[in-house]
């Protein structure tokens, strides 16, 4: 473990579950932007496509683990070293800055949250149900996760 999860240097462990993702994961990895610290952890589900392949070319921790989204979510997290654990879907693109975003708002004394639901294209039925979703999150404090759940150890 590094800094105290409440630093804006506190080391962020990204998990993500995984089940026959290879459409998807590429673009999800890429957008997550680490520090030295930081740690990638996929845990896969038994995929029968390329999702493992594809994700040891951006992390070395690539999990076996058996099927379902919580026995994939618990074992990375079991294996996780930083302060912050951070839930992300293998669909789910973090925005620029997001894990700052994360270490600014533990710094500032937030227990878990998450992110505002944005679903690309923004049709208008689409964007009533992210709008729903966000009112839902932050109103209800029910996000889903699609919303990228983070909570310090």
């Known amino acids: 473990m590094g800094p105290a999860p409440g630093s804006n240097t506190a080391h962020i462990s990204v998990i993500v579950p995984t089940l026959n993702e290879q459409d998807h994961l590429a673009a999800t990895l890429q957008s997550i932007a680490l520090r030295a610290g930081d740690e990638l952890i996929v845990v896969d589900g038994g995929s029968t496509d390329q999702t493992a392949a594809i994700a040891r070319q951006f992390t070395p921790h690539v999990l076996q683990s058996p099927r379902?989204?919580?026995?994939?979510?618990?074992?990375?997290?079991?294996?996780?070293?930083?302060?912050?654990?951070?839930?992300?879907?293998?669909?789910?693109?973090?925005?620029?800055?997001?894990?700052?975003?994360?270490?600014?708002?533990?710094?500032?004394?937030?227990?878990?949250?998450?992110?505002?639901?944005?679903?690309?294209?923004?049709?208008?039925?689409?964007?009533?149900?992210?709008?729903?979703?966000?009112?839902?999150?932050?109103?209800?404090?029910?996000?889903y996760g699609d919303q990228a759940l983070f909570m310090p150890r």
Not at 99 to 124: E, K, M, S, Y
Request: proline residues 7%; hydrophobic residues 45%.
């Open 68 to 143: 379902g989204r919580a026995v994939q979510m618990n074992h990375g997290a079991q294996q996780a070293q930083g302060d912050i654990l951070l839930f992300l879907h293998a669909d789910t693109l973090l925005p620029a800055g997001g894990l700052d975003a994360v270490r600014r708002a533990v710094q500032a004394g937030a227990t878990g949250g998450a992110f505002r639901l944005i679903i690309t294209p923004p049709t208008p039925a689409l964007r009533l149900i992210a709008w729903g979703t966000n009112l839902r999150s932050r109103f209800g404090q029910l996000p």
